[in-house]
């Protein structure tokens, strides 16, 4: 804390005006309220020296003094005076003129605009330091590290800590000066010192050996190793270089080239030179290396895997045993290739539907419509490949010929019934999940063997919530009688052509137009059909180009088709498509159905009784070992 001194004194000559006129209280500088002319004296802060003045005049406070900075010897050996808060003090030195200025908290920063210079110097590395301006600072280090040397503000060099490094360089790694780094040399070690300021000193090497590779046993710096001959008797010399560095293979090759000899199943070759002999699986690699001598490089000779035959190492035996207690037996030869199998009464045993089958074979069984084939594998066990291609259920209720394992599908009203063909040819049991009857008479679409519920309709055919009607939707999706008991208003349902109709008080007759007159039926009054009266709907068809003429129900005339005839009868069609093994004889008009490798083909019977182009786009490829299951085409 800064202490004050508060010294009051009075002056009696000043007037009674200026009496009266009052200094207000400042927090900073701490002063005090006071009357004209009062004085106040406080202490300078401890590093400057000096007392400030205050005094009380017209009602303000006016400063009389200032604080100095202290009189001292700096560290570069200069006096200083002492000057006031916020002047400057300069000083001349030998190298030019010095400035300080004197700060509110002391001595601040010297003023470098006339700096003097450091002289200059040669460093120990043999660097040139010219003449410096003073401030600048220079890393003596001549590798890595710092060591700096500054020109101060008396133009005197002064150095500041610091370590210096030798860098990396050469294979040698980093090192602090002053010390020593060793390294392998061949059998021993050489020796570098790290010196004054980062630089590498000389190199001992005088133990170094370059140290024994294949081949070569090691020898002195600047020795030559001739310790090998090639297979030919040509002389193989290598020299070690002062660097402990092998150098290159030479040949005293005044009579030959370098040679490896001939061999059991190698030929005579020249150095460099690589023979290969490839097997089943893998090769024999070797190379005739630098001294003259085959070395083998690969051996990874084998017999290939093939089927049950597990890859095997050149000049083993492999067997396996069979099903039915009989052996295999295969040899793999030198060169890694397999010899023929031996077989010793090696069989597939009968098994169930399946006879007794040599490996390799197919056994054949009969199945549905057809046979079905299976495969006794190499090893003489079963297989789980089958050959069902000839293998198909029969027709039957409508049902297509199938081929085994695939699904036959079949239309509904509404929706399809699938069945599936099994793998022997067997039909199974017919899913009607996705057959439906189809929505009528406000009745939805309907599963089958279900019931379905709708509202009652009135006279006008508006549904009546309060009542409902049933009716049945049978296994095939084709719907029964509607029972229409708690209905107040019945109606006859829509059957085909014949469009719903309400009951009245007597049988309604309903009429639809035909080819020539019309048709009839009556509602009857339990909501029932009547069957149709059409002995005023006469047929029309033309004899001949141009020409018409009219059909009496009951009367016919015929056309000829590709089997049979077509009989034009009121009501009755007797023109069919022939069965061409594949598509069975079907009706004018009908849609046909038949097996494919994968889902069902059909094929369209037109109304002269032609057939037309197969559909298979319901048919796939099924998957086969690589290939995918796959879309026809």
Same mark, same amino acid.
């Given at each position: 804390?800064?202490?004050?001194?508060?010294?009051?004194?009075?002056?009696?000559?000043?007037?009674?005006?200026?009496?009266?006129?009052?200094?207000?209280?400042?927090?900073?500088?701490?002063?005090?309220?006071?009357?004209?002319?009062?004085?106040?004296? !406080?202490?300078?802060?401890?590093?400057?020296?000096?007392?400030?003045?205050?005094?009380?005049?017209?009602?303000?406070?006016?400063?009389?003094?200032?604080?100095?900075?202290?009189?001292?010897?700096?560290?570069?050996?200069?006096?200083?005076?002492?000057?006031? %808060?916020?002047? %400057?003090? +300069?000083?001349?030195?030998?190298?030019?003129?010095?400035?300080?200025?004197?700060?509110?908290?002391?001595?601040?920063?010297?003023?470098?605009? *006339?700096? *003097?210079?450091?002289?200059?110097?040669?460093?120990?590395?043999?660097?040139?330091?010219?003449?410096?301006?003073?401030?600048?600072?220079i890393n003596m280090c001549a590798g890595e590290?710092?060591?700096?040397?500054?020109?101060?503000?008396?133009?005197?060099?002064?150095?500041?800590?610091?370590?210096?490094?030798?860098?990396?360089?050469?294979?040698?790694?980093?090192?602090?000066?002053?010390? #020593?780094?060793?390294? *392998?040399?061949?059998?021993?070690?050489?020796?570098?010192?790290?010196?004054?300021?980062?630089?590498?000193?000389?190199?001992?090497?005088?133990?170094?050996?370059?140290?024994?590779?294949?081949? =070569?046993?090691?020898?002195?710096?600047?020795? +030559?190793?001739?310790?090998?001959?090639?297979?030919?008797?040509?002389?193989?010399?290598?020299?070690?270089?002062?660097?402990?560095?092998?150098?290159?293979?030479?040949?005293?090759?005044?009579?030959?080239?370098?040679?490896?000899?001939?061999?059991?199943?190698?030929?005579?070759?020249?150095?460099?030179?690589?023979? %290969?002999?490839?097997?089943?699986?893998?090769?024999?690699?070797?190379?005739?290396?630098?001294?003259?001598?085959?070395?083998?490089?690969?051996?990874?000779?084998?017999?290939?895997?093939?089927?049950?035959?597990?890859?095997? !190492? &050149?000049? +083993?035996?492999?067997?396996?045993?069979?099903?039915?207690?009989?052996?295999?037996?295969?040899?793999?030869?030198?060169?890694? =290739?397999?010899?023929?199998?031996?077989?010793? #009464?090696?069989?597939?045993?009968?098994?169930?539907?399946?006879?007794?089958?040599?490996?390799?074979?197919?056994?054949?069984?009969?199945?549905?419509?057809? =046979?079905?084939?299976?495969?006794?594998?190499?090893?003489?066990?079963?297989?789980?490949?089958?050959?069902?291609?000839?293998?198909?259920?029969?027709?039957?209720?409508?049902?297509? !010929?199938?081929?085994?394992?695939?699904?036959?599908?079949?239309?509904?009203?509404?929706?399809?019934?699938? @069945?599936?063909?099994?793998?022997?040819? $067997?039909?199974?049991?017919?899913?009607?999940?996705?057959?439906?009857?189809?929505?009528?008479?406000?009745?939805?679409?309907?599963?089958?063997?279900?019931?379905?519920?709708?509202?009652?309709?009135?006279?006008?055919?508006?549904?009546?919530?309060?009542?409902?009607?049933?009716?049945?939707?049978?296994?095939?999706?084709?719907?029964?009688?509607?029972?229409?008991?708690?209905? &107040?208003?019945?109606?006859?349902?829509?059957?085909?052509?014949?469009?719903?109709?309400?009951?009245?008080?007597?049988? +309604?007759?309903?009429?639809?137009?035909?080819?020539?007159? $019309?048709?009839?039926?009556?509602?009857?009054?339990?909501?029932?059909?009547?069957?149709?009266?059409?002995?005023?709907?006469?047929?029309?068809?033309?004899?001949?180009?141009?020409?018409?003429?009219?059909?009496?129900?009951?009367?016919?005339?015929?056309?000829?088709?590709?089997?049979?005839?077509?009989?034009?009868?009121?009501?009755?069609?007797?023109?069919?498509?022939?069965?061409?093994?594949? =598509?069975?004889?079907?009706?004018?008009?009908?849609? *046909?159905?038949?097996?494919?490798?994968?889902?069902?083909?059909? @094929?369209?019977?037109s109304l002269d009784g032609f057939w037309e182009?197969?559909?298979?786009?319901?048919?796939?490829?099924?998957?086969?070992?690589?290939?995918?299951?796959?879309? %026809?085409?």
């Open positions: 804390m800064i202490g004050f001194l508060t010294i009051l004194l009075v002056i009696s000559l000043a007037s009674a005006q200026d009496w009266e006129t009052m200094c207000p209280q400042v927090e900073n500088p701490p002063l005090p309220e006071a009357t004209f002319m009062t004085q106040v004296v !406080l202490d300078c802060p401890n590093n400057l020296y000096g007392k400030v003045f205050y005094t009380c005049y017209n009602g303000r406070w006016n400063l009389m003094e200032e604080c100095r900075c202290r009189s001292e010897l700096d560290e570069y050996g200069y006096r200083w005076w002492g000057v006031k %808060v916020n002047k %400057v003090e +300069t000083v001349e030195t030998p190298g030019g003129t010095l400035k300080r200025f004197c700060e509110p908290s002391g001595w601040g920063d010297y003023d470098g605009s *006339a700096a *003097a210079k450091c002289k200059g110097f040669t460093d120990y590395t043999g660097r040139v330091i010219s003449d410096t301006d003073r401030g600048v600072t590290g710092t060591r700096n040397v500054f020109c101060d503000y008396s133009g005197k060099w002064v150095y500041t800590e610091g370590e210096c490094y030798c860098p990396a360089a050469d294979g040698w790694d980093r090192v602090l000066e002053g010390m #020593n780094q060793t390294r *392998a040399c061949g059998a021993n070690t050489e020796i570098r010192f790290c010196e004054r300021f980062g630089v590498w000193g000389t190199t001992d090497s005088s133990q170094c050996y370059c140290e024994a590779i294949k081949n =070569f046993s090691p020898v002195p710096y600047g020795e +030559t190793n001739i310790d090998n001959k090639c297979d030919n008797g040509v002389e193989v010399y290598r020299k070690c270089s002062s660097t402990g560095v092998w150098e290159s293979v030479k040949y005293n090759s005044s009579k030959d080239v370098c040679k490896c000899r001939k061999e059991p199943g190698w030929l005579e070759g020249v150095v460099g030179q690589t023979e %290969v002999k490839r097997c089943s699986q893998g090769s024999v690699r070797v190379h005739c290396n630098e001294v003259g001598h085959w070395e083998l490089e690969v051996d990874d000779c084998m017999c290939a895997a093939d089927g049950p035959w597990d890859e095997a !190492l &050149p000049e +083993t035996t492999r067997e396996l045993t069979c099903a039915n207690g009989g052996m295999l037996r295969r040899t793999c030869k030198q060169n890694g =290739f397999w010899e023929e199998t031996l077989d010793f #009464n090696c069989r597939c045993p009968k098994e169930g539907i399946w006879d007794e089958t040599a490996p390799g074979q197919y056994a054949r069984a009969g199945c549905g419509n057809g =046979f079905v084939l299976r495969l006794c594998g190499l090893d003489g066990h079963w297989t789980e490949t089958y050959d069902r291609s000839a293998c198909y259920c029969s027709r039957q209720d409508g049902w297509q !010929l199938t081929l085994n394992g695939q699904l036959a599908i079949k239309s509904c009203p509404s929706g399809e019934q699938t @069945r599936q063909c099994s793998d022997l040819g $067997e039909w199974g049991e017919v899913d009607y999940s996705n057959c439906r009857c189809e929505a009528v008479d406000g009745f939805e679409a309907t599963r089958v063997d279900s019931y379905a519920e709708a509202y009652c309709l009135d006279m006008d055919g508006v549904p009546d919530e309060e009542h409902k009607q049933t009716r049945y939707c049978d296994p095939e999706g084709r719907w029964g009688a509607v029972d229409q008991s708690q209905c &107040p208003v019945k109606w006859c349902p829509t059957v085909d052509s014949w469009y719903k109709v309400p009951v009245g008080h007597t049988p +309604t007759i309903v009429r639809l137009g035909c080819m020539s007159g $019309e048709r009839w039926r009556q509602c009857n009054l339990n909501g029932v059909w009547g069957p149709v009266n059409t002995d005023n709907c006469d047929c029309v068809y033309s004899p001949s180009e141009g020409a018409e003429a009219l059909l009496r129900p009951g009367d016919s005339y015929s056309l000829a088709c590709s089997l049979g005839e077509r009989v034009y009868k009121c009501n009755e069609d007797s023109c069919l498509c022939e069965g061409d093994g594949r =598509f069975a004889t079907s009706k004018a008009g009908e849609l *046909a159905s038949a097996g494919c490798d994968f889902g069902t083909a059909t @094929r369209f019977c182009e197969v559909d298979n786009s319901h048919c796939s490829c099924p998957a086969s070992g690589v290939w995918p299951q796959s879309e %026809v085409g």
